[in-house]
């Protein structure tokens, strides 16, 4: 019994009808469709029931020869007809406004070339996650260094350690079982980048000792071109569909801004820029500056230097460290024992849980940032004791160095045996501003000359956002200008007139909201939405909206009122204000930042197409899954929302 059938999917059991064989050699040729005889099965009302089990092919069905017709997947280009054609049917022979379509498969990802500034964490981190989650893509980054690791690479002062506990401080997609401390030291958190670096082959992506001094938006192509100095000291231009700024906000160190220092004649050293082979053996010491870099080098130079003058303008919060449930006693430092790492080690799921529980710990502690919440009371009633103690009691010392500001409003800063060491024979604490350098020493506000052989600046970065070169965006807009000293962003990653461009991080982004790490994965996962959509849509350009800006600014800095970095003080989350907006924070928690920025909110997006018609991308009607070889035909059978 041979019969004609209509077979379009080859695997037709829905029609009752499984090709079980085909003979390519018997083909028949009926009009313009090629017939393949096929043996394929009864259609099941001419089973008996009972033999059902012959369909999903458990027992050998009965064969039988019939002609059908078999369609090839692979689309046709024999089949396009030109655009000018003339079309039997006449209403199709007019002009849809000039569109024409492209013989392209939906959603195809076309080729995108994206460049990145920096090989510090962001870099590292775009260059892991692009080679395991984009495709079609070429990416370089630019590092004006000669090493990775950015921060760490460049901080090498005495005493320089994160003061976030190491197992957060640190990429989940590299979990490290070796961290020697509960809070590591600049140079092991350096070696833990590199090795990352070694490990995962992220160094081919880098130019290392190569600037990037200057990119600028060119509106037709819709691309940037992109100015280097590269190590052979040439200039070249590059460009990008892409340009992602992982240029870091505390990497421009900066000096003060005080007349004379090219006047001094000793020894000058900002906290960024360390000179290790200075011996400060029984030097007369300057520091200026009492921020999280000073507290860290004033009680770890103290004990070699003759005298040490600390130049402490403002108060500063100094806390226990974070993470403190799972610190030492104190919520000190402490070093891992050879039992603990072992355990780490060979014991995963135990290290995995440390870490879990750790980050966990850090993720709680939106409550403390209310400036009139009970945590905060408590807290800083508590610090204000701790403080007292370890300055000896000393009442002068004390409500000197006691803020009176809100707990967190400056970054709250751990430090080991800092008040201690401001209690010491060779430290003299000044409470004044530093006004300007002389050939021998430093001049303080109330005129009193201060003699040092050396002048150490712990006096922090420029923290404008600003990326570290020069960035012109659309209609011209310079984005030094734009920011000034009240930068705005949207999200802390997209600026409004600088389309297909992201700042890691920037403006209002969570930059006090403990460890930095997981929240720039959280940013690469949500660049890499955008620039997956980018690819696939056809999309030229996509800039946040004005009108979005806005909205988030006033959510801002309205919620911003109860919380404790509006408080005044002078801190660089206000860009050195006292008062002023707060430029430099989210404004919620650090798991309000990730559940936010899960999905991208679109419509706070201005985006321009390749072409004026949006659906471009719609291609040619065919996806990519049938016309791939192992696409699987029937995959919406395994949404999740057919499993509900
Ligand atoms: C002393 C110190 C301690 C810190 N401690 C902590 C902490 O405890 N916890 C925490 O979460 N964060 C801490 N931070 C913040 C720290 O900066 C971030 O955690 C993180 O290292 C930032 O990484 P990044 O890649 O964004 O920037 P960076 O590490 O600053 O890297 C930026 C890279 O960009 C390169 N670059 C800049 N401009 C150019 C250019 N024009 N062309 C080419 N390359 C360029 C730089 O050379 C650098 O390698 C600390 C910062 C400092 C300064
Ligand atoms: N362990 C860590 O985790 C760690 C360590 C270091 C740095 N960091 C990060 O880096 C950021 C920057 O820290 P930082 O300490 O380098 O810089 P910072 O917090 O900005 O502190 C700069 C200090 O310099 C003082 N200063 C500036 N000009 C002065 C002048 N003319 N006279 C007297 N004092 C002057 C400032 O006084 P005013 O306060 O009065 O302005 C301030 O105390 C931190 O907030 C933190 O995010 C982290």
């Known amino acids: 019994m041979t019969r004609m059938l209509r077979v379009v999917f080859l695997s037709s059991i829905a029609f009752g009808y499984r090709v079980m064989s085909m003979d390519l050699s018997r083909t028949e040729d009926l009009g313009s ?44 280009l024999d089949a396009v007809p030109p655009s000018d054609a003339i079309h039997e049917n006449e209403w199709y022979n007019q002009d849809f406004d000039g569109y024409r379509v492209t013989e392209q498969l939906l959603y195809a990802k076309r080729p995108l070339r994206i460049i990145c500034v920096g090989a510090g964490a962001a870099g590292l981190q775009i260059a892991y996650k692009a080679e395991r989650a984009l495709e079609n893509i070429d990416l370089q980054i630019y590092e004006k260094n000669n090493d990775v690791g950015g921060t760490w690479l460049e901080n090498r002062y005495p005493g320089c350690t994160c003061d976030i506990p190491s197992h957060s401080y640190q990429f989940t997609w590299a979990r490290n079982p070796n961290w020697s401390h509960f809070y590591s030291a600049s140079e092991e958190i350096w070696q833990y980048f590199k090795d990352i670096a070694v490990k995962y082959n992220l160094e081919k992506y880098v130019q290392f000792k190569t600037t990037v001094e200057e990119a600028v938006w060119d509106e037709e192509l819709g691309k940037y071109h992109v100015k280097i100095l590269n190590p052979a000291g040439e200039r070249i231009t590059d460009s990008c569909d892409i340009l992602i700024s992982g240029s870091g906000v505390l990497n421009s160190w900066k000096y003060p801004d005080i007349p004379g220092l090219d006047l001094f004649k000793g020894k000058l050293m900002h906290s960024a820029k360390w000179d290790a082979d200075y011996d400060l053996t029984d030097k007369t010491v300057a520091v200026i500056g009492g921020g999280s870099s000073a507290v860290q080098i004033v009680p770890n130079i103290q004990p070699k230097v003759k005298k040490l003058t600390a130049f402490l303008r403002s108060p500063v919060w100094i806390t226990t460290g974070f993470g403190a449930r799972y610190a030492g006693p104190g919520g000190t430092n402490f070093e891992y024992s050879e039992e603990q790492l072992k355990e780490f080690r060979e014991n995963p799921e135990a290290h995995v849980k440390y870490c879990r529980d750790i980050e966990g710990e850090l993720n709680k502690r939106f409550t403390l940032m209310h400036s009139k919440g009970k945590d905060q009371k408590n807290s800083r009633d508590l610090i204000a004791s701790i403080m007292k103690d370890q300055l000896g009691g000393d009442p002068a010392l004390t409500a000197r160095m006691t803020p009176n500001f809100a707990l967190g409003c400056r970054r709250m800063t751990p430090g080991s045996g800092y008040l201690q060491s401001l209690t010491k024979e060779n430290v003299q604490p000044v409470h004044r501003s530093v006004v300007r350098l002389t050939e021998t020493g430093v001049v303080d506000e109330d005129g009193t000359e201060h003699e040092v052989d050396v002048v150490i600046c712990a006096t922090g970065f420029d923290t404008s956002f600003t990326p570290h070169f020069k960035l012109i965006g659309r209609n011209g807009a310079d984005i030094k200008e734009q920011f000034g000293d009240f930068p705005i962003g949207y999200l802390g990653v997209t600026v409004r007139n600088f389309p297909n461009f992201f700042l890691l991080i920037g403006p209002n982004g969570p930059a006090s909201h403990s460890s930095i790490l997981p929240i720039l994965e959280w940013y690469t996962r949500y660049a890499f939405q955008m620039i997956e959509k980018f690819q696939r849509e056809n999309i030229k350009s996509f800039e946040p909206k004005e009108k979005a800006i806005k909205d988030l600014y006033n959510h801002t800095h309205e919620l911003m009122k109860r919380l404790v970095w509006s408080s005044p003080c002078r801190s660089w989350f206000k860009n050195g204000k006292i008062h002023g907006p707060v430029t430099a924070i989210y404004p919620g928690s650090r798991l309000h930042f990730f559940e936010l920025l899960k999905e991208v909110r679109w419509e706070d997006y201005d985006l321009t197409y390749k072409t004026n018609n949006t659906f471009q991308f719609l291609g040619n009607g065919y996806t990519q899954t049938e016309v791939s070889e192992d696409g699987d035909p029937v995959w919406y059978f395994d949404d999740p929302f057919t499993k509900i």
């Open 33 to 76: 469709t090629p017939i393949f005889v096929c043996s394929v099965l009864e259609p099941p009302e001419q089973r008996s029931a009972n033999n059902l089990k012959d369909v999903h092919g458990f027992s050998e069905p009965a064969m039988i020869n019939k002609p059908v017709m078999l369609i090839s997947a692979q689309p046709d």
